[in-house]
Nanobody, 120 residues
Framework: QVQLVESGGGLVQPGGSLRLSCAAS????????MGWYRHAPGKERELVGV???????MYGDSVKGRFAISRDNAKNTMYLQMDSLKPEDTAVYYC??????????????WGQGTQVTVSS
C-alpha cells in the first residue's frame, strides 16, 4: 500500500503564491507518473497537471503559465508551485501517483487532499 501525504495548503490573497508538497511512501523506482487534481464545490474534479518519472509535464488549460509541477525522485516527493492565484483556484487539491509493483501491475493512489482558498 502506498501512502501519500500532502501539505502546504492554506488561505492566500488573489495574486499570491503557494507551494504544495506530496510525499509518497514506497520505492522510488516504482513510482511512475505523479499528478495533481483539484475539486471545487459544485464542479467536477479537474486535472491540474502531471509529471512523468522523466520530468515531462502537462498542465490543464486553466493553470498553464501560472502553476509548475516538479518532483524529487530521491525523496519520492512532488511539488506544485502555484503563482498568480485567482479566486477560481479555490479547491481541495489532491495528489495522485501511479505505482507499479514487481509483478508489473500498476495502481493509482490518492492523497487525502489539502484545501487551497484564494480570497481577499
Amino acid at each position: 500500500q502506498v501512502q501519500l501525504v500532502e501539505s502546504g495548503g492554506g488561505l492566500v490573497q488573489p495574486g499570491g503564491s503557494l507551494r504544495l508538497s506530496c510525499a509518497a511512501s514506497g520505492s522510488p523506482f516504482s513510482i511512475n507518473t505523479m499528478g495533481w487534481y483539484r475539486h471545487a464545490p459544485g464542479k467536477e474534479r479537474e486535472l491540474v497537471g502531471v509529471i512523468t518519472s522523466g520530468g515531462s509535464t502537462m498542465y490543464g488549460d486553466s493553470v498553464k503559465g501560472r502553476f509548475a509541477i516538479s518532483r524529487d525522485n530521491a525523496k519520492n516527493t512532488m511539488y506544485l508551485q502555484m503563482d498568480s492565484l485567482k479566486p477560481e483556484d479555490t479547491a481541495v487539491y489532491y495528489c495522485n501517483v501511479r505505482y507499479c509493483y514487481s509483478d508489473n501491475t500498476c495502481y493509482h493512489y490518492w492523497g487525502q487532499g489539502t484545501q487551497v482558498t484564494v480570497s481577499s
